[in-house]
């Protein structure tokens, strides 16, 4: 049986594919009140564009890793359970194939009825697994990316960005970008949002007012 993806911090990204996606584009009332007192033939004040990978920032954050290592620990024994099922179902298997013509049909039609029960368990135990997992991984991607737009919301105005664009959606490509803030993000997010060993699946809270400078420019 293939090892269940979404749970190590390498994984993880790919998971945030599937609820991470789109352009995130900011709209600065400021910029668009200056533009209104000028000239509309003024080209003075054009308009930075940025680019952030959304999924690279999100797996890539201190609470990210911890929230995946923790995922990987909670469901540990429940995928090795699912690992242990899947082993009997195969080892059955391949006693029935062995052993074709030196079994008796009662015990070729007990083992078959055997490996069915397994399967249909297995699917059954395979389907929760799948299930609460995802669950587990929305809530985290859901709170870190919330938490990753209202930081850009203070960090693209206060460094001069009119747009900031995801870069990570293959659905819209971002074909050019005067700068990826994606590591200053990773790190204003760090800074604001520290945290501490042993914690929760909860997260962090704020560790206070977000600074509208940062590397990346």
């Known amino acids: 049986m293939k090892r269940m993806s979404g749970i190590r911090g390498s994984a993880i990204g790919r998971m945030f594919a599937a609820a991470v996606f789109g352009a995130v584009a900011f709209g600065l009332c400021?910029?668009?009140?200056?533009?209104?007192?000028?000239?509309?033939?003024?080209?003075?004040?054009?308009?930075?564009?940025?680019?952030?990978?959304?999924?690279?920032?999100?797996?890539?954050?201190?609470?990210?890793?911890?929230?995946?290592?923790?995922?990987?620990?909670?469901f540990m024994a429940r995928r090795k359970e699912l690992e242990d099922l899947n082993k009997q179902i195969t080892d059955i298997q391949q006693r029935l194939n062995a052993s074709?013509?030196?079994?008796?049909?009662?015990?070729?039609?007990?083992?078959?009825?055997?490996?069915?029960?397994?399967?249909?368990?297995?699917?059954?135990?395979?389907?929760?697994?799948?299930?609460?997992?995802?669950?587990?991984?929305?809530?985290?991607?859901?709170?870190?990316?919330?938490?990753?737009?209202?930081?850009?919301g203070k960090y693209a105005p206060s460094n001069g960005y009119g747009a900031?664009?995801?870069?990570?959606?293959?659905?819209?490509?971002?074909m050019y970008a005067s700068t990826d803030i994606t590591e200053a993000i990773v790190r204003l997010y760090d800074q604001t949002y520290p945290v501490k060993n042993g914690a929760g699946a909860g997260g962090a809270k704020p560790a206070g007012k977000t600074s509208g400078n940062g590397s990346g420019q």
Do not use: C, W, Y
């Open 30 to 74: 400021a910029a668009g009140s200056e533009a209104q007192e000028k000239p509309p033939n003024d080209t003075s004040a054009a308009t930075k564009v940025a680019a952030i990978n959304m999924r690279a920032a999100i797996a890539n954050t201190a609470e990210g890793k911890q929230a995946a290592a923790q995922l990987e620990t909670e």
């Open 164 to 174: 900031v664009l995801d870069d990570s959606s293959q659905t819209t490509p971002v």
């Open 100 to 152: 074709a013509g030196m079994l008796s049909d009662d015990e070729k039609e007990r083992l078959t009825f055997q490996a069915q029960q397994l399967s249909r368990q297995l699917q059954h135990k395979q389907n929760d697994f799948q299930e609460d997992l995802n669950d587990a991984q929305s809530d985290i991607i859901a709170r870190i990316s919330r938490r990753i737009v209202d930081l850009l």
